[in-house]
Every structure is written in C-alpha cells, then in structure tokens.
C-alpha cells in the first residue's frame, strides 16, 4: 500500500489537500490491474501544521531576539563601568587647568565623546528593555557644531559644512 499527500484544487477554485493510500491489484489469469485505495481530506490538518510552523518560527525570533538584547544590556553595562572613570577625571581636568592650557581642548573632545557614549549607552539600555525610553528638546545647532568640530578633526582634508 502506498501512502501520499497531494495539492489539488476544487472546482470552486479552493485549495484542498488530500492524504491518499492506494495500492495496484493485479488479475493473475490476463494480466490486468486496477487501483483501490482511499481518499482522506486533510486540509485542515495541513492548514494546522502550517500556523504551527508559522508559530514556532516566531517564537524562535522572539528567543533571538531576547538574547540580543540581554546582550546589549551586558555590553551597556560594561561600557558604563569603562565611560565613569573617563568622564570623571575627564571633567575634572579642564577645571584645573588654566584657559589657555593646549590640553584643554582635546579634554573636552574627550568628554564630549564619552557624552556621546553615554547615549548609546543609554539606547542600548532602551533597546534591552532595562531603561525607558525619555524624549528631550535636543539643540539642533549645538549638534551640528558637534558633528563639525569632530569630523573636521579627524579627516586629514578640508570639510565645508553648510546648513539649508
């Protein structure tokens, strides 16, 4: 007896699918054979197993997904631990130094940096689930002077920046 499963299609034009067994009787006397089996509709229980797999494979991205972001909060964690002692002297240095000290300046693009740092930090958190996420009126100018003072330094070209 062979066992199948088949795809067809109604006249209506709806998907069915069939498990079949059948097997091939032959006349011993002429040689002649015919087939007898059954048909069994299994639509249902295909539809099932589909939303099952469908289900499952959800489940799966969401595990993945958790075990992301208890990463990133790892990694936020540890980037924390390793930004306080550099923010903190880092702070504390252009307060003991005079205005025309040449540290100064590369001090405080140190401290800026660990700012910046410390928001990723923070949006790692968000996105690990460990923080809130809390919108704030942002200085848009200040970003950009930022943004210029750090890429003109680090290219060995000259950047012209423009706002429109």
């Not at 252009?94 to 928001?119: L, T």
């Amino acid at each position: 007896m062979e066992n199948f499963e088949y795809a067809a299609l109604t006249n209506s034009g709806r998907d069915l699918f069939l498990s079949v067994k059948a097997r091939k009787v032959s006349d011993e006397v002429d040689g002649s054979f015919f087939i007898e089996g059954f048909a069994r509709e299994i639509t249902q229980r295909k539809r099932a197993q589909e939303e099952k797999a469908r289900l499952e494979e959800q489940f799966h991205q969401a595990q993945k997904m958790e075990s992301i972001g208890r990463l990133a909060g790892g990694v936020a964690h540890d980037l924390n631990n390793l930004l306080s002692p550099i923010l903190g002297y880092g702070e504390m240095i252009p307060e003991d130094a005079s205005a025309n000290d040449p540290r100064r300046e590369p001090v405080e693009e140190i401290v800026n940096a660990g700012k910046r740092a410390q928001a990723l930090v923070r949006q790692l958190l968000v996105f690990s689930r460990k923080q809130s996420l809390q919108f704030q009126p942002v200085n848009v100018n200040l970003l950009f002077e930022i943004s210029k003072s750090c890429c003109a330094g680090r290219s060995g070209r000259t950047l012209q920046f423009r706002r429109s």
